[in-house]
Structure formats: C-alpha cells, structure tokens
C-alpha cells in the first residue's frame, strides 16, 4: 500500500489511516501526547506546590477575574467542537467544509490566545510580574506553556490548509488533518484541568 | 557527507557509537584525574573548584553522552533487525534525534573551552545551582545542553515504541519478541513518562537562572525540595532506562552462547514490566536524608526493596539458561556472565541503601559511589562491552580479535573490582563522596590508591578495545549472516552488514527464537511473507543536522543574553520545520534487480 494508490482522488473511507505511514504518524503521536502529558502534570505539580507563596505580590484571589477566563474557556472549547466538524468534514470527503471549519478553529485559537495577552497584561499591571513570588512565576510558566501550545496549534493548522490548497486532501494530507485535530482536543482538555486547578482552586483559596 | 544527511538506522547507529564513544573517552579522562587526584591524602593535582567541575562533567556525561547514546546505538543497530522491519517507523526524527543529542551534548562540553565549567554536581541540586550561589554561566550549559540532547532522547523513545508496535513482521507477536526488544520497549516507554520531568525542571531552573524566576530561590517562596522531586522522579526512572537495555542484552548473549532458549521468556518479560513500573514508584529513596518524615520514608524503604524480587527472577532466570548448556566463553559472553555477580552485588548493595534508618549512615558516602558504579558500570558498561563484542560482526560485517577480546574482558573487569570493590568500605569508614581531598591516617590511604590503580587499568581495557575496533578495520569483510553459528532472532538471517533495505522479503515468523525454530528443521533460510518486489526507501535529508545547529545557535544566545542570536538559531530550527511540512519527502524506491547487487549500508 503505497501512497500512488489514491492520487486519482478515489479517497478510502478514513484516508487517514490508510498508509503505514500514516499509521505510524497516528500511533507516534499518541505517544508524544503521553509524553506532553507528564510535562504539564509536572508543571500543575511545581504550581500546586508553590501556589500559597506568594511573596510581596497578590494573591490569585486578589487578581483572577473569573468572568473573563470563563469567556476563554468557552472559546476554547467551542473551538474543539469545530475542529470536530473539520474531521467529520474529512471523513465525508469535503474539503470544502473541512477547511471552513479549520478556519473557524482557528480564528477561535486566535481569540483565546487574544484574550490571555490581555489577561496577562491586567495582572503585570497590578504587581503580578513572572518575577513577583514563586506563584507567580509558576503561573505563568504553567500558563503560558499552554497558551505556547495554542500558538503553535494555530500556526500548524495553518499551515495544513496550505498544503491543502495545495496538493488537496489525500493520503498524506488527510493524517495531518486528523493529528492536528487529536492534538487540538488535547490542549483543550489540558486548559479544563488548568481552568479548574489554577483559576477555580484559586479563587476558594 | 552521506554521513550527515543518512536516514538510515544502521548508520544512525554507528553514528550513536561514534560519537557515544568520544564523550566516553571524555567522561574517563575525567574519572581518571578524579582518581589521580584523590589517589593520595592531601593531593594537589587539580584545585577544589576544578574537581567540583570533574565529577558534575563526568557524571553527566557518562550518563547522558556516553551510556544513554551507546544503548542507543545498539538499539538503532538491532532492534528493526529483530523484529524484521524495513526501518524505523520514523527515519527523519531518528536522524534529527541523533544530531541534537551531538550538539547538546557539544554545547554541554564547550563549557570546559569557555572558562566556565557546570559545578554543582549530575543531580544540580539547588540552591547550589540556583543563580544565588552559581552566578557563572557553567550550570546553564548543563541546562541548556541536557535540555537540546534530551529532545534527541525522547524523539528516539518514540520512534522506538512506535517501531515494535507496528512494524513487527508477520507472526512476530509480542509474546515471541527476543528479550533485547522487549527490554527496548519497556525503556523507550520509561523515557517517554520519565523524561518531559526532566525537562520541565531544566526549563524551570533555566527560568530562575535567566529570567530571575522563583521556582527554586527559596527567598522568593521557591523550593529546593521541589528540584529533588523532580530530579529523582525523573532519576530513579532513569537509571532503569539504563539498566533494562542491559538485561535485554545478557538475555540475549547468554542463552546463544549457551546453545539454549532462554530459561523462563515469560516470567523475564513480566518481571521487566514489573521493574520498569516500579520504577515509577520509588523516587524519594534518593531523599531519606531530606527529612519527608517516617512515614514517606517507610512507604519508600518498602517499595525499594520489592524491586529486588522481579530482579532476583531475572537473575536466576539467567542462572538457569547457562545451567547445563554447552557454553562458549567468547568475549561477549564473558561480559554477560561477569555481569551476572557484579550486578547482583550492586543490587543487594542497593537494598542496604534502600533501608532508610541505614540509608542516613551510607548517604553522600563513598558506599553510594559504590552501589552505582556497581549497578552502572558493572551492569549497564559490561552490558555495552557484551552487546557491542556480539553484533560487531553484525554492524560491520568484520569479527572483532578474540584475543584482545579477553583482555579487554580481563583487565576492565579486575581494573572495576579493584577501583569500586574497596570504595564501600571506604564509605562504610565515612569517607564523604563529592569532596576533594581527605586528611591522611584515617584509613583512607590504601584503599584510595588501590581504587585509583583499578581506574587505570580500566583504562587499560578500554584501550584495549580501541585497538581491537583499528585492528579489525584493517580487515577484509568477511563475516557471514550467522557469524556465531548459533544465532537465534531474525538477526542472523540476512548479511552481514545488511543491505540499505535489510530484508529482501519480510520474513513470516513461525515461533519464539524465529531463526533457531527454523534451523533446528532444517532450513537455511526464513519463509518470505512477502514476494519480491520493489522497496520503498525514505529519502536522505539534512534537515536534521541544520536544525540541530539551530537549536545549538539558540541555546548559546540564550546563555548569554543575546537574544538576536537565540532568535535566530529558533528561526533556522522552526523554518526547517516549515521546509519539512510544505515538501513531501516521497523518497525513491529500490527495484528488484538492484536488489540482488546488495546494496551495501
Ligand atoms: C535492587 C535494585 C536497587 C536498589 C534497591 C537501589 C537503591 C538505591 C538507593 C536507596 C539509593 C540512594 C542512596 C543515597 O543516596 O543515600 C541509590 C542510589 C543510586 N542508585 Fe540504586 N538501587 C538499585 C538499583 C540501581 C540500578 C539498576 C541503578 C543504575 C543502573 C542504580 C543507580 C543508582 C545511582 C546512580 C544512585 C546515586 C544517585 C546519586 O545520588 O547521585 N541503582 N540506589
Ligand atoms: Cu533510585
């Protein structure tokens, strides 16, 4: 099975499996999941250990402002929801709508990620620097680590629709649709954990 | 040239060796003036700050650019050979994981060249390392260069579990895996979860160090404990990802050169799931003395000691392969059965230690030094020397001189008991480890100089071994499919090096020890599960190097604030990734009737 079978547009049924390749991309990026895994579990372990210090600067209580991260959180995972769409799309074999609903996943990302440089900015504003106390600098780090990997989502998908534009959805395009999809829904389910240990556990202390 | 832009996983690995080689000829260069300065009380040969600087730059490197990266050769060498596979299941982040563990682990040796040296020991326990008490640059080439070489680690614990769970050939079920595979799916499995732990405390402690972060400065409500967690949650992990390959590689050179299967395959399998599991557990034995409390003490004492018992099966699951076969005492299986006693002293060594009460008497003592050396070098190094003796002929179609071959054995393994033998006593009499010089007349002086004689002559061996490798250089290529005559995974049943493509045909496995199965009825050669056909090749590319280079570039603009330059060297590494996404690599195929001239790799 190599990847001449389907250039004539015949797509199988989940083109996104349907090499060795593709396989092994799928499997090898399980893999790496599990790895990013034990990275933000170990950096939620340095924040829940160092939450309580926070030196001279505020405390999460004083800053977080609830409303405004539940207004990310939505955001964020509607966008999973579209990058769903996008896979259904994919499956139905219509680039189409596929690449309509990436575009809208993205353009979700970009509001998230609009939303934290804002957020970020509020809370430099009132004394709460990388540098203020170990909460902060855990904050951040967490955080940030994720919005990093929103950004980096957001280029990448991009970057998919290129190649789709380019060379259409095939055997080889397909995997990168659907992996980049997994990894979407990946760092949404991270945000819930961190909405949840950071900003909730935050305001009742 | 070829060499910087090869894809394959033969070559990668002897690539792997090379370069594990050279920073194992650096990590004892450093052993041995370590042992010439403590050779006698009161020495003067290297100053306290420089012997800081020693043992920081040998344990690291020992570690991390020569073991991990030679395990590493083996690996690439033998494992798509065992399990009869093409390639890896990713070629192009083997070859990029290979050139950024070569810059990291570059960048990390640069430092001894830039005036400042990482001081504050393998484990970098702050505050020691924090920027508080280490304002120089050395600890960030520790951080830096552990953190680009890792990349290279994980990539290649991916590829790997990737690599055995699809790309096995026909019949090939997990349950008839040699042991060296499996025991290379279990480790490439404790990197995954062991090392993004590593790295998030190297980004954290690079952010205090950098970025004026909190994380560690105690001052700021940062924790010292905190990197001792993370340390040792990735460390006691990892001194598994070193060990297990180790096992995997006894397993198989003892039970070929004992003519024999492999006594309890099943129970060796479980006991390695078991161990690496464990593993996971057992962190805080390395902190009894950090003061967690009796009960996290107890907890851990307990948890330490039930990984003696999956090791005392493999032990005697070893034991029983060599009872009663007709064994041949060639070099590699020497080393596998030296193995045997050596290790099994460092793990009863290990259950000292692992008894918290006793553990506040040996800690930071030179009885520590012992156990490790123990366990890593009498275990993982002989396990190298064995693996490397034995698929010599394999990797590079010469064999390797028997002669030198025992020698080598011979003076590595007196010149290791000698150095490390006395050391327990030394600690048990309390000699402090990671200290410069001691005073004479306490009971030290002997012994030092008996320990600082043994590193010699393990020097000795390792020349020894250099020499034989220049030696069978100069020879023709003559070594056949199945060198050993007794070979018995798939292995052995292609040329010797393999061809670019490795098998003609995937081979169809039938059992347990695939190509003993076959010989044993008769045959000369494995059932093809495929017909001959055209060959699907990846292409070559030098991606990887370049964005290495990149990271490397990087990693220095950040060290010194240069953050034109640190930007840069991100933006060669993330435009090859760009390059990488837009063109597809379609690669080339090999045709039947160029298969039969037998490429060479
Ligand atoms: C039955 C098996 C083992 C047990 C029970 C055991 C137990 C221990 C304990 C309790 C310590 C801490 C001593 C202290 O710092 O006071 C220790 C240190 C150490 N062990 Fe083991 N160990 C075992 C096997 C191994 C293996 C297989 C390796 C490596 C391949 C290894 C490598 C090390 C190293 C490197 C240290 C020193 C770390 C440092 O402080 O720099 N051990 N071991
Ligand atoms: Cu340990």
Not at chain 1, 171 to 186: E, G, M, Q
Not at chain 2, 210 to 220: D, K, M, P, R
Request: hydrophobic residues 50%; aromatic residues 16%; glycine residues 10%.
């Amino acid at each position: 099975m190599s990847s001449h079978d389907h250039v004539d547009g015949h797509l199988p049924h989940e083109p996104e499996k349907a090499t060795l390749q593709a396989r092994n991309n799928i499997l090898g990026f399980w893999l790496f999941l599990g790895a990013e895994t034990v990275l933000f579990g170990t950096l939620f372990s340095a924040f829940l250990a160092l939450r309580h210090n926070i030196g001279d600067g505020p405390s999460a209580n004083e800053i977080f402002q609830l409303p405004m991260v539940f207004a990310a959180t939505m955001i964020l995972l509607t966008s999973s929801l579209t990058s769903v769409f996008a896979v259904q799309a994919l499956h139905q074999h219509k680039k189409k709508a596929m690449v309509g609903w990436l575009i809208v996943t993205i353009v979700l990302g970009l509001s998230f990620l609009g939303l934290e440089i804002y957020e970020f900015f509020e809370y430099v504003h009132e004394g709460h620097k990388f540098t203020t106390s170990a909460f902060s600098s855990s904050f951040y780090t967490l955080v940030g680590f994720h919005g990093a990997h929103v950004a980096f989502g957001v280029v990448w998908i991009s970057m998919i629709i290129g190649q789709i534009f380019k060379k259409g959805l095939t055997v080889v395009t397909a995997p990168k649709v659907y992996i980049s999809a997994i990894y979407w829904h990946f760092i949404d389910v991270v945000w819930v954990f961190i909405f949840t240990v950071v900003y909730l556990m935050g305001k009742v202390g | 040239m070829d060499w910087l832009t090869t894809v394959d996983h033969k070559k990668i690995g002897i690539l792997y060796m090379i370069a594990g080689g050279f920073f194992f000829l650096i990590g004892g260069l450093e052993a041995i003036i370590i042992r010439v300065q403590l050779m006698k009380p009161m020495n003067d040969v290297v100053a306290g700050d420089t012997f800081n600087e020693l043992i920081t730059m040998h344990g690291t490197t020992m570690i991390f650019l020569a073991a991990m990266p030679l395990l590493f050769a083996l690996m690439n060498a033998v494992i798509p050979l065992q399990i009869g596979a093409r390639d890896v299941a990713f070629p192009f982040l083997n070859s990029l994981g290979f050139w950024t563990f070569f810059f990291g682990g570059l960048l990390l040796n640069l430092s001894w060249f830039a005036g400042t040296v990482p001081d504050a020991g393998w484990t970098s326990y702050v505050p020691l390392a924090g920027p508080t008490f280490n304002s120089g640059h050395g600890v960030d080439y520790y951080v830096i260069g552990l953190q680009i070489a890792g990349i290279g680690t994980l990539l290649g614990g991916i590829n790997f579990m990737a690599t055995i769970i699809n790309m096995r050939a026909p019949g090939l079920t997990f349950m008839r895996l040699p042991m060296f595979t499996w025991s290379i799916f279990i480790t490439s499995a404790l990197i995954v979860f062991a090392f993004p732990v590593l790295t998030v405390g190297l980004v954290a402690i690079m952010f205090d160090r950098l970025f004026q972060a909190n994380f560690f400065e105690v001052a700021n409500g940062g924790s010292g404990v905190l990197w001792e967690h993370i340390f040792w949650v990735f460390g006691h992990p990892e001194v598994y990802i070193l060990i297990l390959p180790a096992f995997g590689i006894i397993s198989e050179v003892v039970s070929t050169f004992s003519r024999k299967r492999l006594f309890g395959y099943s129970s060796m399998v479980f006991a390695t799931v078991l161990i690496a599991f464990l593993g996971f557990m057992v962190w805080a034995h390395h902190m009894f003395t950090t003061g967690l409390g009796p009960v996290a003490n107890g907890l851990f004492s307990i948890a330490t000691m039930l990984i003696a018992v999956p090791t005392g099966v493999k032990i005697f699951n070893w034991l029983f392969t060599l009872w009663g076969g007709s064994i041949r005492f060639t070099t590699a299986n020497l080393f596998g059965i030296g193995f045997i006693p050596t290790f099994v002293m460092g793990g009863v060594t290990g259950v000292m230690l692992a008894s918290a009460p006793a553990d506040f008497q040996y800690h930071d003592s030179y009885f520590v030094v012992a156990h490790f050396h123990y366990v890593i070098v009498g275990g993982l190094v002989f396990g190298i020397f064995a693996g490397l003796h034995y698929w010599w002929p394999k990797m590079f179609g010469r064999m390797l001189n028997e002669t030198i071959g025992k020698i080598t054995f011979w003076t590595f393994f007196i010149g290791f008991h000698l150095t490390f033998f006395v050391q327990h006593f030394l600690g048990l009499l309390g000699m402090p480890r990671r200290v410069y010089t001691y005073l004479g007349g306490q009971g030290y002086d002997d012994m030092n100089m008996i320990s600082t004689v043994g590193a010699f002559l393990m020097g000795v061996g390792t020349i020894a071994f250099l020499l034989n490798v220049f030696i069978t250089w100069a020879k023709p290529r003559n070594a056949t499919n199945d060198p050993w005559e007794d070979g018995r995974s798939l292995e052995w049943t292609i040329p010797s090096p393999p061809p670019e493509y490795n098998f003609q045909q995937t081979p169809l496995v039938r059992g347990y020890d695939a190509w003993w199965k076959e010989k044993m009825e008769g045959k000369t050669a494995m059932t093809p599960a495929e017909p001959i056909g055209s060959i699907h090749m990846p292409s070559p590319s030098i991606l990887p190097l370049i964005m290495s280079i990149g990271l490397f570039i990087a990693g220095f603009g950040f060290m010194y604030d240069h953050l034109l330059v640190a930007g840069g060297g991100l933006v060669i590494t993330f435009g090859c990734m760009v390059i990488r996404s837009l063109f597809d690599d379609h690669g080339y195929h090999i045709e039947p009737e160029d298969q039969e001239k037998g490429v060479k790799a």
